[in-house]
């Protein structure tokens, strides 16, 4: 990542969308108390502050967005950050209570992200909530925010879903704005036990 990509992934974009909402994706993950959360391409690890009162790991490919994510929040036995490759990990199955993937899937072609899929299925035993930018109609601000992200793989909706849905049993989905209302996102919530 350059010093370019960091300074409008930390600056620039945050300013134009006046922030991205990440409350309506807590609420869909319902984290409780003590459960194992996994952050999944965890980035910056930004997400960690909304979930301090569960036990969270953070993973995330990028080497320097780990570093930065460890300097900033700090590790203890509640809180850790692991660069790997989610597609492909060698943490243990259903070692996770639930799962978030903010802003994961467009940065992964239809074949990486649906492998992203079933490595979270093996990993999550509950509940695993995914959040991206999406492409919709006679939206042209939006569209272009998408078309200038740095994921290559902003999909529409419907495109999201046929990744996601073969692989999980039951998924709710909803759309919501950057405070902005500039900017549209696509969450997917899908649940892996049905039964309970």
């Known amino acids: 990542m350059s010093s370019g990509d960091s300074l409008i992934f930390q600056v620039l974009r945050p300013m134009l969308l006046f922030g991205v909402r990440i409350n309506p994706v ?6 409780q108390p003590g459960e194992r959360i996994l952050d999944a391409g965890c980035g910056y690890g930004y997400m960690v502050n909304g979930l301090s ?13 780990i570093h930065w994510a460890k300097r900033r929040f700090g590790e203890n036995d509640k809180r850790r950050f692991l660069q790997a490759d989610i597609c492909r990990t060698d943490l243990p199955s259903k070692n996770f209570d639930k799962a978030v993937a903010f802003g ?4 992964l072609p239809d074949e990486a992200a649906s492998r992203c899929v079933q490595e979270l299925t093996r990993l999550v035993k509950k509940k695993i909530v995914f959040l991206d930018g999406v ?10 925010l998408c078309k200038l992200d740095q994921g290559k793989y902003v999909r529409q909706a419907d495109a999201y879903l046929s990744i996601v849905a073969p692989h999980v049993p039951k998924v709710d989905s909803s759309f919501y704005y950057a405070y902005s209302g500039v900017a549209k996102y696509f969450m997917m919530t899908c ?3 049905t039964t309970s």
């Open 53 to 65: 009162h569960c036990d969270y790991t953070g993973v995330d490919l990028e080497a320097d967005r």
């Open 26 to 31: 807590l609420r869909s993950l319902d984290a």
């Open 135 to 144: 492409y919709t109609a006679f939206h042209i601000p939006n569209n272009i």
């Open 191 to 193: 649940h892996l036990n």
């Open 104 to 107: 994961l899937l467009h940065h």
